[in-house]
């Protein structure tokens, strides 16, 4: 796989996506806190492909990258990211075309279902488990029909981070996910000689097995386009 043009590689293909590798990495080369490798890109295009609707929340923007892939996609008639605070290397859309604000995962400033996708990628790692569930109500209540979540998967303890700034406070294996997320099907990203990640989706209107489910990526992908026929 190279660094560029992931979208071209698939059977699909976003240009959208290629435009803001591209520009992301010519911005921001080599390596650093907050620069995406070619996993987290594989990570980003696997969510993208996988929203729906008109009205998306973008939780956790980090630098930006997924909401410019949104906005720059002209799919959506509203694209609405958050954070906890302004990453230093935030790069915002295009001013007019998306809305940015600064708040709590824990207190979502949203009308109940007000959008139809939110996606949450490498998020709820971080908060304290006591925080864990509050937060994931948030972003069920707001809503309205597809849920897109990843963390880490089966991340080694004692989690060396834990003591870190804005490190990971808990970890995630099949047991845990499978008690909070009993009606979500899920796929892994392979994430090189790093932690694999899991892709969460809640959305009732997928058919799928009963029960928390883990399928293949090209599985899971089928059973999202039928759910729009």
């Known amino acids: 796989m190279k660094d560029l043009n992931f979208a071209q590689n698939k059977q699909d293909v976003y240009p959208e996506f290629d435009n803001v590798v591209k520009f992301f990495k010519e911005k921001y080369p080599g390596k650093g806190t907050g620069i995406y490798s070619r996993w987290d890109w594989q990570r980003l295009l696997a969510a993208y492909k996988l929203v729906c609707g008109k009205l998306v929340l973008d939780v956790g923007i980090g630098i930006g990258a997924f909401s410019n892939i949104l906005v720059q996609s002209q799919r959506?008639?509203?694209v609405v990211g958050i954070d906890i605070k302004k990453n230093s290397r935030l790069i915002l859309p295009q001013e007019g075309l998306y809305e940015f604000y600064i708040m709590s995962i824990l207190d979502l400033k949203f009308k109940n279902q007000e959008f139809d996708t939110v996606v949450c990628m490498e998020v709820l790692e971080h908060l304290e488990p006591n925080d864990f569930i509050p937060a994931l109500e948030e972003l069920r209540r707001v809503t309205k029909k597809r849920l897109i979540v990843t963390v880490p998967f089966y991340e080694p303890e004692p989690l060396w981070h834990f003591d870190r700034r804005g490190g990971h406070r808990q970890r995630f294996d099949y047991e845990k996910l499978s008690s909070f997320f009993p009606n979500a099907v899920a796929t892994?990203?392979?994430?090189?000689?790093?932690i694999e990640w899991i892709v969460l989706l809640e959305d009732d209107n997928i058919p799928k097995p009963e029960g928390f489910s883990i399928l293949n990526y090209r599985y899971l992908t089928t059973l999202v386009k039928?759910?729009?026929k």
């Open 76 to 78: 959506f008639e509203r």
């Open 188 to 194: 892994i990203l392979n994430r090189g000689k790093g």
């Open 226 to 228: 039928q759910s729009v």
